[in-house]
């Protein structure tokens, strides 16, 4: 995965976190491993712990503590309503961006 | 992981700690110190070599950073029980990762300090509010 592509995931981690536990619930391990299938190889596990912390912080999830055979209890996040309405805010800027760049790539051939 | 009691404090404690700072935030700390000694070495060296660097950029003392100790301390408990390797925990750039994860937790006084001395400065600069007291100009 490229600088770039690293970049421009800062800015959208968040959402796309956000949108996979829109599907259902998951804990931390789980959404990197889906993140790793999906080609985003280089995301540091830290950093999704991270942002698991803040949108946990933020209200956007609920979290289910599950017992596990080894190490600490699991942590599982799923969406709550706020999470769904902020998530749907995600999409409408998302689109915003992805409209606006189109035409900048049309305009610019 | 909470640990602090909903208890009224005594007065003979709220006095003590004026002296020593909020003896929860010690037992925490103690606490914190005791999980990271049971980590695996090498997931403690690099604990460590976190905690130094949070020390220095993160918010020093308080409930705030208790809490990100505490959270710290199950991330590499997690990552050690799962055997996550050490460079997928930081990935490619530490320094990013330490950032992000201290994003989410108070600043620490010395750059809060900073911070709002910098935006108060601009302000003034930029002629708003203007009552502010000023010692800069005239």
Redesign the interface.
């Known amino acids: 995965m490229g600088k770039q592509l690293t970049e421009m995931l800062k800015g959208t981690l968040e959402g796309i976190v956000l949108a996979l536990l829109s599907g259902r619930p998951a804990y931390?391990?789980e959404i990197t491993a889906w993140l790793r299938d999906q080609g985003f190889t280089?995301?540091?596990?830290?950093?999704i712990?991270?942002?698991l912390?803040?949108i946990e912080?933020r209200g956007f999830v609920d979290v289910e503590k599950v017992r596990?055979e080894?190490?600490?209890p699991?942590k599982v996040y799923s969406l709550n309503a706020q999470g769904r309405e902020y998530l749907e805010e995600f999409w409408k800027t998302w689109s915003f961006l992805a409209a606006r760049l189109e035409q900048l790539r049309e305009g610019g051939k | 992981m909470t640990t602090e009691s909903n208890e009224p404090k005594s007065r003979y404690l709220q006095h003590l700690e004026i002296i020593t700072g909020p003896l929860e935030d010690k037992k925490r700390w103690r606490q914190y110190k005791a999980r990271v000694k049971q980590l695996p070495e090498n997931y403690r060296i690099a604990v460590e070599a976190l905690e130094r660097y949070l020390m220095h950029f993160g918010p020093a003392d308080g409930a705030g950073a208790m809490a990100m100790y505490g959270?710290l301390a199950?991330?590499f408990?997690?990552?050690?029980?799962?055997g996550?390797p050490i460079r997928?925990?930081?990935?490619?750039d530490p320094v990013?990762?330490a950032e992000?994860?201290m994003?989410?937790y108070p600043l620490g006084q010395y750059r809060a300090r900073e911070r709002h001395r910098f935006a108060s400065a601009i302000e003034r600069a930029a002629g708003e509010n203007p009552d502010r007291e000023d010692r800069t100009k005239r």
Not at chain 1, 42 to 47: C, F, H, L, N
Not at chain 2, 77 to 82: I, L, T, Y
């Open positions: 931390g391990y280089d995301v540091a596990e830290g950093t712990y991270a942002l912390v803040r912080q596990s080894k190490g600490p699991r | 959270d199950e991330l408990e997690q990552s050690a029980a799962d996550t997928d925990i930081f990935g490619d990013e990762f992000a994860f994003a989410n």
